[in-house]
């Protein structure tokens, strides 16, 4: 073997490595990334954020006895939804809960915790999605029996504790419980004899 083919082989090596890592540095921004690249989610604490999310029954008034659906829906302009945690609240002498299914409105959604307590009125309802959703919509519905006419018939939120995850609305930035605002909306049902 020549003397000089070892060197060459390293010069090449060298000299090709070099030439691969300017080019990843140096491509144009307009190329896109890499299929296999992961997006950088960034947190941004000086960004505020504000989200809508009401409790909405299908109908203003039902009779006692039937089955009717509560909308849990959210509402945040140029922001996308990932996530809810709900802990609501409801009289178990008026209101029996019969199931909660999510909608279409996430995508893809998966249910992290569901606790329904018609002994004590209490529901523990989480649900996320890994694919950022339009920040509109219903998220899931609540399905109820009426058992009573008794006051209140509603559903309510826990306001310290329901929390609702939302991603800038390019996805790249994830807001924070601290920087983000919830305005709490409840509709009564009137119940009829």
Known sequence: MKWWLPITILVTVG???????????????????????????????????????????????????????????VEAPDSQIVGIEAHLQFNPSVISVVSIEP????????????????????????IGTLTPTVGKGTVFKIKVNILGQNPPASITFDRRTTKVALFSG????????????????ENPLSILP
């Open 103 to 126: 909608t279409d409105l996430l995508n893809r959604p998966q249910e992290i915790a569901k606790t329904i307590d018609n002994q004590t009125g209490k529901i523990l309802y989480a």
């Open 170 to 185: 390019d996805g790249k930035t994830r807001y924070t419980e601290a920087n983000t605002t919830l305005n709490f909306v």
């Open 15 to 73: 000299v090709v490595t070099g030439v691969i890592v300017y080019v990843a540095q140096n491509r144009p921004s307009s190329l896109s990334p890499p299929v296999n690249q992961p997006t950088t989610i960034t947190q941004n604490p000086m960004v505020k954020v504000t989200a809508n999310v009401s409790l909405q029954p299908e109908s203003t008034s039902v009779r006692m006895g039937t089955e009717t659906n509560y909308l849990f829906n």
